[in-house]
């Protein structure tokens, strides 16, 4: 297996010969490096048609994870407007991410039931953390989060006294300094 | 400088107090319910004032402080004046002279549909009613009262606004009628609208008229009942020569 360090640009085979893989492309009859990173050839499925070998780039340095669709992500809850909330997502499974990642939860993802009834502020509060999984990559400002089942939903929040609240229900938290409770969406937490 | 401590509930009600000054202590109090209403904030048994103004009582148990500011803290059902800053296809961006912009849904009319939205210019002058105020989010608005008649609310037209403190708001809306704006609807006729943030309307078909009203209620704002009705006399005294 041969290693060499490319840079975008770079030629790194011909079509004829290779497929093209990841941080690889083809242009007309030749495949060129589209990341920096070490070029590696994959050698084909034995049962595959296409019996080419595959080039492809690994890039040098180890990112840190990303979130796709179908992702389980914990995330933090910056702004809560009437009909979405705006969130930054910190973890993506159990691994924290390692660069900044924003989130909407729109009205209609909230929950599975009675979606257009729901009071965003009854559902979230700046500043809690949240479990929601990745709906898809949504605009180019942020991914589309949905809290839509059992288990997704708020995780931990601040009461207004300051102090960290226990869950009693799927739609309450109860702050142990003062008694009061305030609605959330809750997570349901446990086996 | 130490804070005041009250010994006893009664020692400083109808008294100025300041942010700091505990007014209340429940440990000395119980089996009591208290009611705490603007001005006030519980901290376990302590009840300190959160703002500078006279620590009012009202039997039996509401407590609250009066006090009158520049700035408005919107509350839901309150009646405001805005002026429309920005228009999107969802809401009308509103400035109520609160911390935040408000918004005005723009179906939030009475029989509002989406053939027939209105269409205000920015610095338009509208009456309002307060529906929602969440913390974190924008103030909500809304041109309808709960039962989503129209009652008032909307756009005014022509007239004069004047900027004024919120106090002077509250003693404007008093009831009975406030004593600068009886003496002065004796003599004079106009229409007056008058917002809990700070804001006043006031139309009348002569300007002269407008301007007096406007002068009047300006200058009434730390006068007793009796000064206000001498200071109108005086001020309609001059038009009529």
Redesign the interface.
Known sequence: MTTELVTPGDVIGKATEFKAGKGAYVNDTTIYASLTGTRRIVSPLPESLDQRAVVEVTGHKAHGPIPEPGSVVIARVT????RMAAVDILCVGSKAVRENFAGVIRQQDVRATEIDKVD??QSF??GDIVRAMVLSLGDARAYYLSTAKNELGVVSAESAAGETMVPISWTEMQCPLSGQTEQRKVAKVGN | MAAKVSVSPTSLIDQIVVPGDVVLDLSNMTNQTIKLGSGLHQDNDVISAMRAGKLSFCKPNKYWVESSHKRYIPRPEDHVLGIVVDSKTDNFWVDIKGPQLA?LPVLAFEGGTQRNIPKFEVGTLLYLRVV?T?????P?LSCTDASGKAALFGPLRDGFMLETSTGLSRMLLSSPTCPVIEALGKKLSFEIAVGLNGRVWVNSAAPRTVIIVANAMMNSESLSVTQQRIMVEKLLAKISD
Request: glycine share 6%; proline share 0%.
């Open positions: 702004k809560v407007m009437a965003m502020h509060r700046a | 918004l929602k969440n913390t974190g989010m924008n909500e």
